[in-house]
Antibody, heavy 122, light 107 residues
Framework: QVHLVESGGTVVQPGRSLRLACEAS????????LHWVRQAPGKGLEWVAV???????NFYADSVKGRFTGSRNDFNTLYLQMDSLTYEDTAVYYC????????????????WGPGTLVTVSS | DIQMTQSPSSLSPSVGDRVTITCRAS??????LGWYQQKPGQAPQRLIY???NLQSGVPSRFSGSGSGTEFTLTISNLQPEDFATYYC?????????FGQGTKLEIK
């Protein structure tokens, strides 16, 4: 059974750094791209970043480019390093698995973690 | 970036109603679109993938259609557990982009 569990969310001051982790289980970790999606309080969903299956081909939303860095290790853990945090980064951060369905030749997000809350506050 | 315009932003239907939610992409995205349901305090869940394919376990009253730039999510015979927020999401190109969401509230 696929499980994704985020951790590391906390209250942090503006300008500081924070690293989130997502522990994955129940699937072949190195075969899937993993994403970070966030949701500010009372707002909609925002795609943040993708870490490719091997961690070498990553992309970021303009809102976090240059400040956030995604990575993964060989032990089923995805990371999001968040630097120079601003109030606008306050959100629940979800770890999400992307799957590609060859029968319809399209991608989708099939599994989501429960999320971890990051609050940027002075 | 591909903009996803979702409408309406909110609806107040009654149990048993038929509801249609629309997403329009700023450029053609083939069938690279999914629909997600989110209930308060929970992570989103996949309903539809590749525009019209129903996720296993999702009731057949949910259906998706469209291709290119126009997509719809239809919920027939609305049930109490369907009152939630719905999002479309394009997978055609990075950055992946969500629609603004449609909140179904009980009338």
């Amino acid at each position: 059974q696929v499980h994704l569990v985020e951790s590391g969310g906390t209250v942090v001051q503006p300008g500081r750094s924070l690293r989130l982790a997502c522990e994955a289980s129940g699937f072949s970790f190195n075969s899937y791209a993993l994403h970070w999606v966030r949701q500010a309080p009372g707002k909609g969903l925002e795609w943040v970043a993708v870490v490719s299956f091997d961690g070498t081909n990553n992309f970021y939303a303009d809102s976090v480019k240059g400040r956030f860095t995604g990575s993964r290790n060989d032990f089923n853990t995805l990371y999001l390093q968040m630097d120079s945090l601003t109030y606008e980064d306050t959100a629940v951060y979800y770890c999400v698995r992307e799957t590609f369905d060859y029968s319809v030749r399209s991608s989708s997000f099939d599994y989501w973690g429960p999320g971890t809350l990051v609050t940027v506050s002075s | 970036d591909i903009q996803m315009t979702q409408s309406p932003s909110s609806l107040s239907p009654s149990v048993g109603d038929r509801v249609t939610i629309t997403c329009r992409a700023s450029q053609a995205i083939r069938n690279d679109l999914g629909w997600y349901q989110q209930k308060p305090g929970q992570a989103p869940q996949r309903l539809i993938y590749a525009a019209s394919n129903l996720q296993s376990g999702v009731p057949s009253r949910f259906s998706g259609s469209g291709s290119g730039t126009e997509f719809t999510l239809t919920i027939s015979n609305l049930q109490p557990e369907d009152f939630a927020t719905y999002y479309c999401l394009q997978f055609f190109r990075y950055p992946y982009t969500f629609g603004q969401g449609t909140k179904l509230e009980i009338k």
